[in-house]
Each structure stands twice: as C-alpha cells, then as structure tokens.
C-alpha cells in the first residue's frame, strides 16, 4: 500500500504516520510550537528529550487521549482529527502497566479480545502467540504479584499487541526497571519490533535508550524539535549545542573559522577539521561556530606547540576507561575519557583528529567565546540574543561580537 504523503522523504519509504504543523497549549502555555515530522511503516522512532519537552503530549495526541489545538495527524493517509482513540488501530504501553491484579496473566492479556467479542478459540491461539512472543510462554496462570517488573512489562506489551495494532506507542515504558534489566529489555524491545513488523513510536528521556534502540531519534526541547536523525547522526552530527550536550558528554567551546576544514579554539590554537565553512558564512572572516569534541576522541600526550596544552585536575575510574578533568592554560576545563590514567597535577597536551572535530552553526545555548558548555537562557539576559528560525524545527541565533583582531560573524 502506498499513502499519499504530504512530507517529502528522500528514500522514498512509505509514510504511516504525518504530523504536520502540530501545535499544543495548557493553560495558556504552549506545549507543542508547530512540529512537523512523519513516521515511516515498520520503524522504531525514538522521542527523546527532558521532562516538559512535549515527547508524551505528541504521543497521546497520535493515541487520541488528547486534542491538538491546530495542524495535521494522518495515518496510513487518512485525518485521524475525528477519530476516537478506541478506534484507531494503534495501542499504547505507558510507565504504569495498569494491569489487573485480580486476573492471571492469560486474562490480562485477552481482555481486549474478549471486549472486542473475539471467539474463544481465536482469542486462545492469540494470546498464547503474544506470550511466546514476548518470552512468557509458561506464564499464563501466574497471576501479576507473582511477577517481576520486567515480567509485568512483557504482560503489557503482550496485550498491547495481540490486537494487531499497525502503530505501538511506548511512554518510557522500562522507566520503572533496574539498570541492568532496563539494558537486557532494551535488545529485546528492538528484537520484538523486527519480528513483529510493528511500527514502534517510542518515549523516553534516557539517551542510551533511545542510541541503543532507534532507527530514527527525535531530539526535542521546550516544544520544537532540534533535530531529526539516525542515532549515528544525532551523536556524530549534532546540529546544535542543545543537541551535541543532551546526547552523550561533550565538550562544546566556541571557535571561528575563516576558510573550509580549518578552525581556531578561544586560545588562539588551531586544528584541522572535516567541515567546510557553512553557505552563508565569508571566507576570510573570523566566523563564530561551536566546537563539538567527544570526550573519548582526545588523545593525550606530552604538552607541544598546537596541542590544548594544561594540568590534569581530576581522575576518576570508570571501569572501562579513566576520567579526567584537564584545565587548559586559557583556562577551560576539558572532559577527557581514556584508558590510560594520567596523574593529577600532572602537564599534558591534548589533540584530535580532523574527523573527530564537529563543527555546529551558532544557537541560543551557545557557549560565549572562551567559554565552555552551554548556556541556560533562562538565567541569562538575552537582550543581546536575537532568534531566528531557520527550519521549520530548529531555533537559531545571530549574535555579532567583536574579537580583539577581526568583526567575528555569527550564522544566521
């Protein structure tokens, strides 16, 4: 089947779902600021982002537990605006399971079937098809305090998908489980959705989840979404300092760069990179980006001319790997990850290669020049800040500052 899709996609997939111009408000206070994105059939999209972002009230506007002020949601090519929630072919985990403690297992899962007036026989092969494929083969009499969380988890996704639904939506549904079966529900979660064919649209504000499990991560803030991507994408490409922070740690300076592949650090050191000047930037002029470096991809050595020369403040084992707080000679704090411990108090000099550098146009977050990580706007006075959309999604910003040697010009 192909739908007519209102959003245009390169690769030419079929889209299930299309929300388009979304917007959302609470008490006057808008939730959802005109968000566009589309679902494609048989994926596992990841929401992910904060508390408060809007990931949970985009996912009960696609179940129909709540109501978009304005703008579109079709699936399979049809408005579901007037659709109620009971009859779109879509069910939803949440956090909570909500399953019926007076009810074996075998009953909880049925009991959608059983509103629904399904035949007992067809019902019987149904669940116990969802029990096995959920791992819970033998688990039909037990009744739910007989369970583990994990286990009550498996119950919910069971019944959720014995009703065949084209779309399962999942509300941070391991939020609830210890770290180590979180990790081992995450593989499986992902193993699930290939063998059912089930497009998944998922909810969560852990990183790792999202990294782990996605085909396709939706990185939200404050009701615009920064950026849309594959997990690879999201964390070697971040288009923002929003993003390059929220994903994974980071190190994010300011830096300006006056030709392709070339960019200066506030102390005046310069490295090679892999990114061209973006298109509305001036070669020859001192342009004002964000510098993105992972703390896994420095390598530490002996201090050098064109090296972040500086003394080790901090060490910490992690298990896989050490890290380090390195305090450079102009001052900023560099988070270093790396197998080999270096002493506190000890020098060190610090480079990376071209590829390893990521090179981001200018946001609201954006560090000051000489400064490190991002900034909160509000504790800041933004007097200085002006906001201009340059996506349908993403807020950036101009800002014109003033280097000691060259006008520095931000991308607009």
């Not at 629904?116 to 305090?145: M, P, S």
């Not at 529900?185 to 996605?214: C, N, P, W």
Request: hydrophobic letters at 35%; a negative charge.
């Amino acid at each position: 089947m192909q739908y007519n899709q209102i959003l245009e996609d390169s690769t030419g997939s079929e889209h299930i779902i299309e929300i388009k111009n979304l917007c959302k408000s609470f008490d006057g206070t808008k939730v959802l600021k005109d968000i566009t994105f589309y679902i494609r059939n048989n994926e596992f999209i990841t929401l992910l982002g904060p508390s408060g972002c809007g990931k949970s009230t985009t996912l009960r506007i696609i179940a129909g537990f709540e109501t978009a002020d304005s703008g579109i949601v079709n699936f399979e090519g049809k408005d579901l605006k007037s659709v109620p929630a009971n009859k779109r072919n879509i069910n939803t985990v949440f956090q909570r399971y909500a399953l019926f403690p007076h009810l074996d297992v075998f009953d909880n899962v049925a009991f959608g079937l059983k509103i629904k007036k399904v035949n007992k026989k067809e019902i019987e092969q149904r669940v116990n098809k969802a029990l096995e494929t959920v791992g819970l083969a033998n688990y039909g009499e037990r009744y739910i305090d007989q369970l583990s969380g994990g286990q009550m988890q498996r119950v919910a996704i069971a019944r959720a998908i014995v009703n065949r639904p084209r779309i399962l939506l999942l509300d941070e549904p391991l939020g609830a489980l210890d770290l180590k079966m979180r990790k081992e529900m995450q593989i499986e979660l992902k193993e699930m959705q290939r063998e059912l064919g089930i497009t998944f649209v998922y909810v969560t504000h852990d990183q790792e989840e999202a990294l782990t499990m996605s085909d396709t991560i939706i990185v939200m803030k404050d009701g615009v979404i920064q950026q849309i991507g594959t997990p690879i994408d999201i964390y070697n490409e971040p288009k923002n300092a929003y993003v390059a922070d929220f994903i994974g740690e980071s190190n994010i300076v300011a830096g300006t760069m006056k030709k392709d592949k070339e960019v200066v650090l506030s102390s005046g050191i310069t490295f090679e990179c892999v990114d061209p000047l973006f298109p509305e930037m001036t070669e020859g002029i001192a342009n004002l980006v964000d510098v993105v470096i992972r703390p896994e991809d420095f390598y530490v050595d002996k201090e050098a001319e064109g090296r972040i020369n500086g003394t080790v403040e901090s060490l910490v084992f992690k298990g896989v790997h050490y890290e380090m707080i390195v305090k450079s000679d102009d001052g900023i704090e560099w988070l270093v990850q790396n197998v080999d411990p270096s002493a506190v108090g000890s020098r060190v000099g610090l480079y990376v290669d071209p590829d390893d550098i990521q090179i981001m146009r200018r946001s609201e977050l954006s560090p000051d020049f000489g400064s490190f990580g991002i900034k909160h706007p509000e504790n800041q006075d933004n007097s200085e800040a002006k906001e201009n959309t340059v996506s349908d999604n993403v807020v950036e910003e101009a800002d014109i500052k003033e280097d000691e040697d060259a006008e520095v010009e931000t991308a607009k």
